[in-house]
């Protein structure tokens, strides 16, 4: 059953305001948290809640916020991720275009729980509608005096900077993503260390997505156990599911975490559109393993998916009926990450290219026998063997698609 939680002010008219956000008691919550909670008491009742990161990693949201170190005499920065830039993913953008000051919200407690006097909101460069209603929103907030120097009944402070990309995929990657704001090429960084440690301009860092940070001002206001048991046992809360491809009604839905594959496909985006049947379902964003017609039962939940060989990602989904073409669409997502990487590990830089170049060949009758088993070879040179996880990403649709409808990478004429 859907749930409303982050989307609940998505319908009302002009819920992108700072009237409408307080007239729903909008920065109640925080508040609240600056008169009443000590930043440790923040990041335990976040601890607590379960909450995952949501942009596709879902590291425990509270547990990174503690590694935070305390009395390095450095400031502490927190950077939040608005680059969404993977194929079939635009929940982040929602967020920043229908209810800015949710997220404004969140970033308020989670810098307080941290200890952050500035953080930075690096934006997806595209995003105009969403960079423009994001800045709004911060004129509001400081001149309402929810940003800026000493917030409401606490001697807090934060100043908010929006940071926009380039339009570089690889600048979601947190690492890539600090060295962009310093103005440097968005090159992911060799780790140990970590951001926590040495992060932003060589301070401790902590950088979070965009739903994840909507979702804090929720666990703050109705508590971490309430949170928590909206999901699984692990894996705390709802999650927002974009859904595209060949449904009824593709759209962004929110579910509880754990809520069946076939449930949000069925009973929220409506079914397979035209009465086809399903080939198969990328359940994530591009960077995650499809699924088979047989597989959809599964729960939608970070260890689920991964039982079954997959992953929640950034729970875009992406269904595929029963007239696509696996070779076709194998070759267009690996076509974006061959673009899209930035060429600084050689495994990844001349592994993509050549996965297009076999594909390309396949797609245009010139095929070898050999050739499925020739990339999953380059697949299998290419996972664990990066700096970042672009390598991992890039290979693990090639591992799932030719693997389970290796047939249609024999014969192109079979993938019509």
Known sequence: MSIKLVTRNFDRPDSHTLRVYREGGGYETLRKVLATRTPQEVVEEVKRSNLRGRGGAGFPTGMKWSFVPRETGKPVYLCVNADEGEPGTFKDRFILEQDPHMLLEGIGIAAYAIGARYAYLYLRGEFVEAGRRVEDAIAEACEAGLLGSDLPDSKFSL????????????????????????????????????????GLFGSPTVINNVETLAKVPHILEKGAAWFSALGTEKSGGTKLFPVSGKVNRPGLYEYPLG??????????????????????????????????????????????????????????????????????????????????????????????????????????????????????????????????????????????????????????????
């Open 259 to 416: 809520t069946p594959l076939r449930t949000i496909i069925d009973e929220g985006a409506g079914g397979v559109s035209a009465g086809k049947k399903i080939k198969g379902v990328i359940p994530g964003g591009a960077s995650c393993p499809v699924l088979t017609a047989d597989e959809i039962d599964v729960p939608m939940d970070y260890d689920a998916l991964a039982k079954v060989g997959s992953m929640l990602g950034s729970g875009a989904i992406i269904v595929l009926d029963e007239e696509t073409s696996m070779l076709k669409t194998l070759l267009n997502l690996e076509r974006f990450f061959a673009h899209e990487s930035c060429g600084q590990c050689t495994p990844c830089r001349e592994g993509t290219r050549w996965i297009v170049q076999v594909l390309e060949r396949i797609a245009a009758g010139k095929g070898a026998p050999e050739d499925p088993d020739l990339l999953l070879d380059i697949a299998a040179h290419m996972a664990g063997r990066t700096l970042c996880p672009l390598g991992d990403a890039a290979a693990g649709p090639v591992r799932s698609f030719v693997t389970k409808f290796r047939e249609e990478f024999l014969d192109p004429l079979n993938s019509m």
């Open 159 to 198: 100043d908010l900077y929006v940071h926009y990309g380039a339009g570089a995929y690889i600048c979601g990657e947190e690492t890539a993503l600090l060295e962009s704001i310093e103005g440097k090429k968005g090159w992911p960084r060799v780790r140990p260390p970590f951001p926590a440690v040495k």
